[in-house]
């Protein structure tokens, strides 16, 4: 008995569908980071667990969020609620049915289209099965005491006893072997695809800047286009990585600019995000993505910005370096090797608070811009942050360090030398 049980166990666990990472599931809020009207924001899609009801909205500042005009379309119908939403005063929208959905947010003449499913979890059809047995099995059982009670011999009794404790057993491994178990698709979810194949073919890229060759000092927006690399359609399938649709790194070649922001989704396949840099020259930019039912993607490119320096662009961006208050760097070892791990920890200014879902974020680029790499703090409590990271080859890399407190996002920049 105890080794069918065990070869149950491992064929569920064998047909059981492949976890999908960055999925949002129904139940789970829907957070989206946001670089809008000079501010870095977290916009949080609370769960819905009932249609007609309330889809609750929240706005999250780094520190503050302007107020953020909603509209909610129903892709469905074409049925349209409206609300505002501000740091500490939640919007609440009525949502009628589930399924495909477009959130509209607005602020300083900026818009984002959040496209998004309302999903409201239908239960599991195991669930019926672990409760309907016990319920069969506590009438049999009672029925069994009844037998027992008025039948000498007891057999009667002592079968419908073994039967109630049968059934319980069933009920009990079902319990246990839940987690395992295929579950039923939410009201509302995507249908999934006929075919077997899992991935999709990578995206292609056109990184443009508005206008073409900004000044410094002065505001222009980059904008990238997103195709689907066998198709030339325009991607509109991006998974939620990290609470953002994408992420964007802005690094001017010797890295004294450095900008992660999180760019608004205008159109489909379309992100774009407002910059001012302070500098003319050369611009690195490097965009991290992820398509729904595939892989992790990095997208390089550059533009150029003319004029001539300025010091006052800084104080309008979103990500402010502030590196006398922002603490200290240790690498360990001080001098790492190529290819085997270091330790980079950061003494914090302030307590850190989560951000993207992680309380820390390490960049590193290599001084050649050739390559950038993208690590998370490894959980340490209080203030300080440790991270893991492994340079690839000897040479001089660029490094930035961010974190959020109560004061906004901290951003502390270091050099790292490999040698050979």
Not at 22 to 42: C, F, M, N, P, W
Not at 285 to 293: F, G, N
Not at 308 to 330: F, K, L, M, N, R
Not at 350 to 372: C, K, N, Y
Request: charged letters at 20%.
């Amino acid at each position: 008995m105890t080794r069918l049980l065990c070869l149950v166990a491992l064929l569920l666990v064998a047909l059981a569908p492949p976890a999908a990472a960055h999925v949002v599931k129904a139940g789970a809020d829907l957070r989206i980071a946001q670089t809008i009207a000079g501010s870095e924001l977290t916009l949080v899609i609370k769960a819905t667990t009932r249609v007609p009801g309330p889809l609750r909205v929240e706005a999250i500042g780094f520190p503050t969020a302007p107020e953020l005009d909603l509209r909610l379309r129903s892709v469905a119908d074409g049925r349209v609620v409206r609300g505002t939403v501000a740091p500490g005063r939640p919007a609440q929208l009525g949502v009628e049915e589930t399924g495909p959905h477009e959130l509209t947010v607005s602020a300083g003449g900026e818009s984002a289209v959040i496209p998004f499913r309302v999903l409201v979890d239908r239960g599991s059809g195991w669930e019926f099965l672990i409760y309907g047995g016990l319920f069969v099995a506590a009438l049999l059982l009672v029925g069994g005491l009844l037998t027992g009670a008025f039948n000498r011999r007891g057999r009667p009794a002592f079968v419908v006893t073994a039967v109630a404790a049968a059934g319980v057993a069933v009920a009990a491994l079902i319990v246990i072997l839940e987690p395992w178990l295929p579950a039923a698709a939410p009201d509302g979810a995507e249908p999934r695809p006929t075919d077997s194949a899992v991935g999709r073919p990578y995206v292609q890229r056109v990184l443009s800047t508005v206008p073409a060759r900004p000044a410094a000092g002065e505001e222009f927006v980059a904008r990238v286009e997103l195709f689907d690399g066998s198709t030339g359609r325009p991607v509109d399938d991006l998974a939620i990585h990290h609470e953002a649709m994408a992420h964007l790194v802005v690094t001017s070649e010797d890295g004294r600019y450095f900008r992660h922001v999180h760019p608004l989704r205008t159109a489909p396949g379309r992100l774009e995000v407002r910059l001012r840099a302070d500098r003319p020259g050369r611009y690195l930019t490097y965009v991290e993505l992820e398509r729904t039912d595939s892989g992790g993607q990095l997208l390089t490119g550059s533009f150029t910005v003319t004029g001539s320096a300025t010091a006052t662009a800084a104080t309008s961006d979103p990500a402010i370096q502030d590196a006398s208050t922002a603490g200290t760097v240790t690498v360990t070892p001080a001098v790492p090797q190529a290819g085997r791990p270091a330790t980079v920890e950061v003494t914090t200014s302030g307590t850190p608070r989560p951000w993207l879902g992680m309380a820390g974020h390490l960049i590193v680029r290599s001084e050649d811009g050739q390559f950038l790499g993208h690590v998370h703090e490894m959980g340490t409590p209080g203030s300080r942050l440790r991270f893991t990271f492994g340079f690839p080859a000897p040479g001089r890399y660029l490094a930035w360090t961010q974190y959020a407190t109560d004061r906004g996002i901290t951003t502390v920049p270091f050099t790292v030398e490999v040698p050979r």
